[in-house]
């Protein structure tokens, strides 16, 4: 399994912790399949904190491919709700708005069973050359995990466009739902959630969408099945995170070979318990 994308410094009230979508989907693919199943692709600068990035990333046992390039190594200023929801301030022309497309991460590409990729590291004609690039370069079974996660102004109708038509399952929320319905089904007009999620099944050819939305519960829907499960009640620390390790933990029940119904269960049981501790890579009981 590969996260391929941002890797960056989430600046908390209470200090700094290593984060980006893909990174943390590849730590939590990591503690559920292995370590050495999952690489973080990502690239970092030539300056202090890329040498924290490393050191940062080692610490949580993960297999990386983090090419230096001549920027500085990415931040985001996260503030907190006063019920632990995150709002970021996310800093540009940073290192891993230039990941190059090299011989190491091609030969990942060409043996890789799943991979997780954003809208957020396709904010640049660079980085987003080498995800499309990655991305043609996988076997055809592949499992092509689009976690749209739209931040700030950093996506555009023609981004999420080519990646619905790249990938095979859609990980989104309810947010971000009518987004998309608004930039990609604009005919549809007014309809149900269960409508939209049908049409963007059926119009982008996905094995299934995932749709969380938050306290109210989520959803996974393919052609021929739909499940359903409730969000736990538990102490929220901070959601940092948590959407990821659902997304991993999905993925990796998938990969493992449980249905939809079993891996829907995982992903909801991981997220939860990442709901009640600090940052976006905490350890965790493998219970």
């Not at 979508?21 to 600068?45: E, R």
């Not at 990821?244 to 990796?252: E, P």
């Amino acid at each position: 399994m590969v996260g391929l994308g941002e890797v960056l410094w989430d600046v908390l009230p209470e200090g700094k912790q290593l984060g980006g979508a893909p990174a943390n989907f590849a730590y939590h693919a990591g503690k559920l399949l292995g370590k050495d199943q999952v690489v973080a692709i990502s690239a970092i600068g030539e300056d202090t904190l890329a040498e924290e990035t490393l050191e940062a990333l080692k610490a949580h046992e993960l297999v990386t491919l983090m090419p230096r390039v001549p920027f500085p190594t990415g931040t985001v200023q996260v503030t907190l709700s006063g019920d632990g929801i995150p709002s970021y301030e996310i800093k540009e022309a940073v290192a891993w708005d230039n990941i190059p497309f090299n011989e190491e991460i091609e030969h990942v590409a060409a043996h890789c069973r799943a991979v997780c990729f954003g809208t957020l590291a396709q904010r640049s004609s660079i980085s987003r050359a080498t995800i499309l690039a990655f991305l043609d370069a996988t076997p055809q079974d592949c499992l092509k995990v689009f976690d749209i996660n739209l931040r700030q102004h950093f996506y555009s109708a023609s981004v999420v466009e080519e990646s619905l038509h790249r990938c095979n399952i859609l990980k989104i929320n309810d947010e971000e739902l009518e987004i998309v319905r608004q930039m990609c089904c604009p005919t549809i007009g007014e309809v149900s959630v269960d409508q939209v999620c049908r049409h963007l099944l059926k119009t982008y050819q996905l094995d299934m969408l995932i749709l969380t939305c938050g306290t109210a519960g989520s959803y996974v829907f393919a052609p021929d099945a739909l499940s359903f499960l409730e969000t736990p009640k538990v102490e929220v620390a901070d959601t940092v995170g948590a959407g990821d390790s659902f997304t991993a933990a999905f993925v990796a029940s998938i990969l493992q070979g449980k249905t939809i119904s079993e891996s829907h269960q995982a992903a909801v049981q991981v997220s939860a318990y990442v709901c009640t501790q600090h940052g976006a890579m905490p350890d965790y009981p493998m219970e």
